[in-house]
């Protein structure tokens, strides 16, 4: 792809956002536009049209999206349907309307069926019954690489649909209320060990299976996925191994160097069984991620470390 390709990249302060900020810098894409919240709601029809209409992007990036963890999802599900599906309709539709020829959507791995069998290839999606405690979202995000794949067929563009497994990184959410798995129990652990607290609780049984790809390998693929002018289809960006949650909290107590005892809590919902993606299209044209999950969780533990206590300085002076 053109260096100088003028890329949107909706969602830039989010994890995804600012790790293809990140990415497309450090590789010389040099003209890279972006809007704050405030100076573009994307899901303000009239905004987004006005945007697009002048701002003359090749190639969108659309990282934008209401996310959360498992409770979250499972409360909000009105919430994460309408934003989610404002954003993807108002974007794609006037991506499309001002000529923009490349378009990457970014879903998740939520899409896929509860009971998929594992590892999951592309071609499972809406095979059987979604998982409830996240189908809003994933119904939304089923319309955003399905409004892809037909404004392809019948307008001749060329959108992308990548659909990453649990990701975890820089910018994450810590926030209780709506975080993930990771940044949860990084937040937790790191808590329990300040204050010596002699246990720590998981969320369900520990049982349920997930893989984690650190943020970076995923703007890695995209970048990839450009420029070697993959312009359509959908694609599974992992990692193609997984863990058990129970191991995941283990591997954080230990990287935060918290001894206390984990507890389990079974009242709170496992989720899907088992969530692993089969990452063989993506590899065969060449992309595998290489962040290692240990080190991955590492560097993330000081970069949570590096805004947590910044945070705590800033409202204790
Ligand atoms: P999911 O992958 O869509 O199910 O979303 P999450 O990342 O929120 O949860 C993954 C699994 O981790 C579920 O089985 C949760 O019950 C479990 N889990 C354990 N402790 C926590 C926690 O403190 N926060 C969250 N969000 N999940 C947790």
């Not at 053109?2 to 989010?14: C, E, F, N, Q």
């Not at 919240?37 to 697009?52: A, I, P, R, W």
């Not at 940044?183 to 300040?194: D, F, G, S, V, Y």
């Not at 088992?274 to 560097?299: F, H, N, P, T, Y």
């Amino acid at each position: 792809m053109d260096k100088h390709a003028r890329i949107y990249v909706a969602g830039h302060r989010g994890m995804v956002g600012s790790a293809l900020v990140r990415e497309l810098n450090a590789h010389g894409y040099r003209d890279l536009v972006t809007r704050t919240h405030s100076e573009l709601d994307l899901t303000d029809q009239h905004e987004v049209n006005s945007f697009f209409h002048d701002a003359r992007i090749d190639v969108v990036l659309l990282a934008a999206a209401r996310v959360g963890g498992i409770m979250a999802n499972a409360t909000q599900p009105a919430r994460f349907l309408y934003e989610n599906l404002a954003i993807e309709t108002n974007v794609i539709h006037a991506a499309y309307r001002a000529s923009v020829a490349r378009l990457v959507f970014f879903g998740s791995s939520c899409i896929y069926p509860k009971l998929c069998p594992q590892p999951i290839r592309e071609e499972y999606l809406l095979s059987s019954a979604l998982e409830p405690t996240n189908d809003a979202y994933a119904i939304a995000k089923i319309a955003g690489l399905k409004m892809c794949n037909a404004y392809n067929s019948e307008y001749g563009t060329h959108y992308v649909s990548l659909m990453p497994t649990n990701l975890y990184g820089p910018n994450d959410n810590y926030d209780p209320r709506g975080s993930h798995v990771l940044p949860a129990l990084i937040r937790k652990a790191h808590e329990a060990k300040i204050a010596r607290a002699p246990t720590l609780t998981v969320w369900g049984t520990g049982a349920p299976r997930r893989e984690f790809l650190h943020v970076d390998d995923l703007a890695a693929a995209t970048r990839f996925l450009l420029e070697h002018d993959v312009g359509e289809g959908v694609y599974n960006v992992g990692v193609g191994e997984d863990l058990s949650i129970r191991e995941l909290a283990e591997c954080v107590a230990r990287i935060v160097d918290y001894r206390g005892e984990l507890v389990f809590d079974a009242t709170k919902p496992d989720g899907t069984p088992q969530k692993l993606l089969d990452v063989s299209r993506l590899a065969s044209m060449g992309w595998r991620a290489s962040i290692d999950l240990e080190d991955g969780i590492a560097k993330t533990y000081e970069d949570f470390c590096a805004h947590h206590c910044a945070l705590e300085a800033a409202s204790n002076g």
